[in-house]
């Protein structure tokens, strides 16, 4: 997706200037930003310096606490553990188990796709399946995931019936197979998506490349290695690092399968599951901030990869 | 020239044992994909005692009673729950595409001041997620009674950094600045230009992010779960995570399989009459190689 057109420039007619119009145009985006995303962020951050909660019927705060709430975040429990580095172990380990596996299978399917050699055929068919997770209601796909492995769903019954196993597997007692699914319903969301995005990463790459390649005699495997991965590499960043991002903000799936409890042990909570668990009932917007702003920071970097990534080439 | 000939139908073979094997991946990830989505219609259609007994591959005949029962629902108001989720989508998807078209031609057709920085500005916040200003944007809404109100899910959908750069790669492509300075010969105002001409020449780029948009509005469920909290204003997601919290033993599993085919149906719909065209808007305006 090159933008090799430069963006026209209104020829000025004499005198008439029409630089207004163009606030004008943007007008309505920075006032609507700065209302609904700007001022809740500094409202976000200011408020992580406050002691700011309900308790019952009773507000406490808000009060100025200064670092505390950063310091009761990151202060470990009576068992030792320090929450917030354990949901955020969760969520990337959620995230990796899913998104490993999406990247390979979307860099294979990509490779399948665009092969002059393979010609596969039923692509549009292939391509439409493996992208309508994508598109689905995260939260609806979870309570169906939760339908089917229930101790008395489908799958169980299914491998009861053909005799696989004698007794129903509790999919959501087990730490491996709450996170397994999670990362299961990930990854089939998302290696569509990704597939689409690496082929046209692929076919972005001068054709002419594979050709010289081929005539040289190259078999598949060296191609791939030698001519699409290196080439492929910036789209292939790119796509990781939002990913990631994505995968920071894991919440639909693991909240509607563990109905917010992150069973079992809260080993499946992830870090917006704690911001939401803060906002939900008790209002803890001191907490809420403190949280908000440690998801901040990881992202901000994040994403100031991405904006490199994206400017690099941009003049 | 034997060896030669040895040679090319080693070749053939090699590619068709690789064509096969790739068929076979292919057909396993379809599977895959399609299996969940399979047992959801088939078990949609059998009562509640059926689903209890065992494991179904085919389609039974209770698909209407299932639909009467979920639809008349009295603890979760499906069809209320359907209509207001649609009316935000589309009042989300409507705003979201005319104004994130109309910022990129500010930034893509007029040369002013601010210009770079402005561009600048919305390609820096583009990837920063929603949820981590969330805390301010729910205390705001609460403090100025915007909780159980549409707007603060609406509204904010003007700014769509996302959107807006979609818009304005696409632009960059298909629309010369010739045609805005023949129309501004003809007389045609800046705002009438954008409305009547410019707008037109972007159809497909408007039409596949309003899909977009509403289908992200339909699916949105964080949000709307920290503001809605009277019955009658709930959003499906919010329903479907109700019957989640609701004692499941107790429930007509029928009835809870028809819930969430409502809750994915229309977009389902929307994609298999569209999928081509969605397809190709995924790439257009994502990447940048």
């Known amino acids: ?315 | 020239m034997r060896s030669n000939s040895s040679d090319s139908r080693k070749a053939k073979a090699m590619l068709t044992l690789s064509r096969a094997v790739v068929y076979i991946i292919l057909v396993f990830l379809s599977i895959l994909c399609l299996f969940s989505f399979y047992m959801l219609i088939i078990n949609s259609t059998r009562s509640n005692a059926d689903l209890q007994g065992g494991f179904r591959f085919l389609p039974q005949g209770n698909f209407l009673i299932n639909l009467k029962n979920a639809w008349n629902d009295s603890s979760i108001n499906i069809p209320r729950g359907m209509a207001n989720s649609f009316f935000v989508a589309a009042a989300t998807s409507v705003l979201t595409t005319y104004f994130s078209a109309l910022t990129a031609y500010g930034l893509h057709a007029y040369d002013f001041k601010l210009k770079k920085a402005a561009t600048t500005f919305i390609l820096a916040v583009m990837v920063i997620p929603k949820q981590v200003s969330a805390s301010g944007f729910v205390q705001l809404c609460y403090r100025f009674g915007l909780t159980d109100s549409y707007l603060p899910l609406i509204l904010p959908g003007i700014a769509a950094p996302v959107v807006f750069f979609y818009m304005k790669q696409y632009m960059a492509s298909v629309l010369p600045m010739e045609i805005v300075d023949a129309a501004r010969v003809d007389g045609s105002g800046e705002f009438w230009t954008f409305n009547r001409i410019v707008l037109p020449m972007i159809k497909p780029a408007i039409a596949v992010q309003m899909i977009f948009s509403f289908v992200e509005s339909w699916n949105n469920y964080f949000l709307p779960a920290l503001l809605l909290n009277k019955n009658e204003m709930k959003t499906v997601p919010i329903m479907i995570a109700q019957l989640r919290a609701a004692d499941y033993s107790k429930f007509d599993l029928g009835k809870v399989y028809m819930f969430i085919l409502l809750a994915i149906l229309p977009v389902l719909a929307v994609y298999i009459f569209l999928s081509r065209f969605i397809i190709k808007g995924v790439t257009a305006g994502s990447v940048k190689g």
């Open chain 1, 1 to 315: 997706m090159q933008t090799t057109a430069k963006p026209a420039r209104v020829k000025r007619k004499k005198g008439i200037s029409y630089a207004k119009w163009g606030y004008l145009f943007i007008l309505p985006f920075f006032v609507t930003y700065s209302v609904f995303s700007l001022a809740p962020q500094v409202l976000t951050i200011y408020n992580s310096f406050f002691e700011n909660y309900r308790e019952g019927l009773t507000q406490v705060g808000p009060k100025f606490v200064g670092f505390q709430n950063y310091v009761k975040l990151f202060t470990p429990d009576k068992n030792g553990a320090v929450s917030i580095l354990k949901f955020a172990g969760n969520t990337m380990i959620m995230w990796i188990e899913g998104a490993v596996p999406q990247v390979l299978i979307a860099l294979l399917l990509s490779v399948f796709f665009t092969s002059y050699r393979l010609k596969i055929r039923g692509q549009q068919f292939f391509k439409t399946v493996i992208y309508m997770p994508n598109l689905i209601m995260a939260s609806a796909f979870s309570m169906l995931f939760f339908t089917l492995f229930s101790n008395v769903g489908p799958v169980n019954q299914l491998l009861l019936q053909t005799g696989w196993i004698d007794e129903a597997i509790p999919f959501f007692d087990k730490r491996v197979t709450v996170r397994g699914l999670v990362a299961t319903m990930n990854f089939l969301m998302w290696f569509g998506n990704t597939t689409i995005l690496l082929m046209a990463g692929i076919m972005g790459i001068d054709q002419n490349l594979f050709e010289a390649a081929n005539i040289d005699g190259a078999n598949s495997v060296q191609v791939f290695f030698r001519v699409t991965l290196p080439l492929l590499m910036p789209v292939l960043v790119y796509t990781v690092i939002t990913a990631l991002i994505g995968g920071l903000q894991m919440f639909d799936v693991p909240q509607v399968l563990t109905n917010g409890a992150g069973t079992p042990n809260r080993s499946s909570t992830t870090l917006i599951m704690y911001l939401n668990n803060f906002l939900k009932t008790s209002k803890n917007y001191g907490m809420a901030g403190a949280v908000s702003v440690i998801i901040f920071i990881i992202t901000g970097l994040l994403s100031i990869l991405v904006f490199k990534s994206l400017t690099k080439d941009d003049n």
